[in-house]
């Protein structure tokens, strides 16, 4: 009984390797240059992103950085003191790649 409680407070509880997992499929399906050089999906997935172009419009970079904000804001939301050392490295790591992305808005204009 006690069991199932634990099983069914940490199914309703966001777990960090899940967000990792749907944020990078989002991440790499919203890039079809780079699903293809990753080889990143399988399937009738990757066969789709292998024939479409990530296109290279100041909607397309202003649109990856909200990505890059939406993702950085969830982020944020775990306790990274209840991480494993590989998920807070994790964590961490992708912490700076999403923070450069959105610190790139004010320059937008100068590429």
Same mark, same amino acid.
């Given at each position: 009984?006690?069991?199932?409680?634990?099983?069914?407070?940490?199914?309703?509880?966001?777990?960090?390797?899940?967000?990792?997992? #749907?944020?990078?499929?989002?991440?790499v399906?919203?890039?079809p240059? !780079?699903? #293809?050089?990753?080889?990143?999906?399988? *399937?009738?997935?990757?066969d789709?992103?292998?024939?479409?172009?990530?296109? &290279?419009?100041?909607?397309?970079?202003?649109?990856?950085?909200? !990505?890059?904000?939406? *993702?950085? *804001? &969830? !982020?944020?939301?775990?306790?990274?003191?209840?991480?494993?050392?590989?998920?807070?490295?994790?964590?961490?790591?992708?912490?700076?790649?999403?923070? /450069?992305?959105?610190?790139e808005?004010?320059? /937008?204009?100068? #590429?």
């Amino acid at each position: 009984m006690a069991s199932r409680a634990v099983t069914a407070q940490s199914s309703s509880t966001p777990d960090i390797d899940g967000f990792f997992r #749907t944020f990078t499929d989002e991440w790499v399906r919203g890039n079809p240059n !780079l699903a #293809t050089s990753s080889r990143y999906f399988s *399937g009738e997935t990757q066969d789709h992103l292998d024939r479409e172009l990530s296109p &290279e419009t100041d909607a397309y970079r202003r649109a990856r950085i909200q !990505l890059a904000k939406r *993702g950085l *804001g &969830e !982020l944020r939301k775990f306790d990274r003191s209840k991480m494993a050392d590989a998920q807070r490295l994790s964590a961490d790591l992708m912490d700076w790649q999403l923070d /450069l992305i959105t610190k790139e808005e004010p320059f /937008l204009d100068y #590429t």
